[in-house]
């Protein structure tokens, strides 16, 4: 499904979910409603959130919308769970609960899992894998709901009860729609 860490970048696609094995940086808006873990291969990464610079970190989790840049080269692995995956609202609370700090993630584990990616040969494979990180790694305790995220789950749960799928391309523009101030409307109205 794709080459190994050590020999360059990959992308392995599961149901509303992905894992970029990358050599590039990919900068910018998260202009979706995912939540991205990302994991330094070699070197810790230098990230910009929302303008505030962190130094050295070896694994952390990013809420949806969050500005993030990264200030130098650095392979890593970047996880991206979509609203309409089984395990978002977990992945959610990580991220709420974590912020910006780093995770407490091994060199070493994070080879592992990083080597595991090429294995993932199926959608079920993808799932036990991001249940596994979540699992090791996720323990989100008291997440720190903001009104902008918890306005995202109360659409999440307001999908649910219609029978609405929750996917990325339906949640996210209605959300930026309705919330004002969130990146992919700010970025709308500077063009």
């Known amino acids: 499904m794709g080459e190994s860490p050590d020999s360059g970048s990959a ?36 990230l910009d959130f929302d303008g505030r610079r962190q ?5 952390v989790v990013v809420a949806p919308g969050c500005r993030r840049r990264f200030l130098r080269t650095c392979r890593h692995v970047s996880v991206t769970v979509e609203p309409g995956h089984r395990l978002y609202r977990s992945f959610l609370a990580w991220s709420l609960a974590q912020g910006q700090t780093a995770l407490d993630i091994s060199t070493e584990t994070i080879s592992e899992l990083a080597g595991t990616v090429d294995l993932l040969s199926s959608t079920s494979d993808m799932d036990r894998w991001l249940q596994d990180l979540l699992a090791r790694f996720g323990r989100a305790g008291q997440a720190q709901i903001n009104d902008k995220l918890q306005a995202l789950l109360d659409q999440l749960n307001r999908m649910e009860v ?8 339906s949640v996210w523009p209605a959300f930026t729609a309705l919330y004002p101030g969130s990146p992919q409307k700010t970025e709308n109205k500077a063009r």
Do not use: I, W
């Not at 130094?55 to 694994?59: D, F, K, T, Y």
């Open 162 to 169: 219609l029978g609405t799928p929750a996917q990325a391309e």
């Open 55 to 59: 130094s050295g970190l070896r694994a």
């Open 11 to 46: 992308l392995v696609l599961g149901r509303d979910c992905f894992v970029v094995l990358a050599q590039a940086l990919p900068n910018g808006v998260n202009a979706r409603p995912g939540v991205t873990v990302l994991l330094a291969l070699d070197e810790a990464m230098d």
